[in-house]
């Protein structure tokens, strides 16, 4: 199995701050990488397919970057609707993994 | 928009087989242009992907599962399943159908299954 390695597991953050979530993959997965949000009882969200696809809708303070094992997931001015936990989730080799999460709280 | 939608009973007995179906509007399950997935998450935990089903038929599964898991699909009803045997309280978790796609993904809101006598 591929292994995510996601960093950090928490993180507290002020409005308008930067926030930089990394995930590293144990093999090279190439491009093939999502970044999904989720909040409190709701389904995750994607917010970038192919490692910097930003999806449809998603504001674009979202960026995403990384190829290969290194991954990277911005958010380039933290709003409060961010607040929330972040995945990664590689789909190159089966079992499909997901990382551990990034829980990004309020400062 | 495609939508999907989890049921199946909340409660299972341990030792049991527990079943969920997902049913998809607004787009065809046998399209090919979408991996129909389960994925689970314990209560408090992070996400395991369980396995799909693809286009013809073919399935992949999560090999800490394998041996206790079957997708199939109902292209009639547009709907896909899960059945997870020998279930334990360590199955108990929110369990949501997704159709992934390279370019759009969509969930269902999550079904929580408890495993408990």
């Known amino acids: 199995d591929i292994q995510m390695t996601q960093s950090p597991s928490s993180l507290s953050a002020s409005v308008g701050d930067r926030v930089t979530i990394t995930c590293r993959a144990s093999q090279g997965i190439r491009n093939d990488l999502g970044w999904y949000q989720q909040k409190p009882g709701k389904a995750p969200k994607r917010l970038i397919y192919a490692a910097s696809n930003l999806q449809g809708g998603v504001p674009s303070r979202f960026s995403g970057s990384g190829s290969g094992t290194e991954f990277t997931l911005t958010i380039s001015s933290l709003q409060p609707e961010d607040f929330a936990t972040y995945y990664c989730?590689?789909?190159?080799?089966?079992?499909?993994?997901f990382g551990q999460g990034t829980k990004v709280e309020i400062k | 928009q495609v939508q999907l939608q989890e049921s199946g009973p909340g409660l299972v007995k341990p030792s049991q087989t527990l079943s969920l179906t997902c049913t998809v509007s607004g787009g065809s399950i046998s399209s090919g242009d979408y991996s129909w997935s389960w994925i689970r998450q314990p209560p408090g935990k992070g996400l395991e992907w369980i396995g799909y089903i693809y286009g013809s038929g073919s399935t992949y599964y999560n090999p800490s599962l394998n041996s206790r898991v079957t997708i199939s699909d109902d292209t009639s009803k547009n709907q896909f399943s899960l059945k997870l045997s020998s279930v334990t309280a360590a199955d108990t978790a929110v369990y949501y159908c997704?159709?992934?796609?390279?370019?759009?993904?969509?969930w269902g809101q999550g079904t929580l299954v408890t495993v408990s006598s």
């Open positions: 997704s159709g992934f796609g390279r370019y759009i993904d969509y």
């Open positions: 989730l590689q789909h190159n080799s089966y079992p499909w993994t």
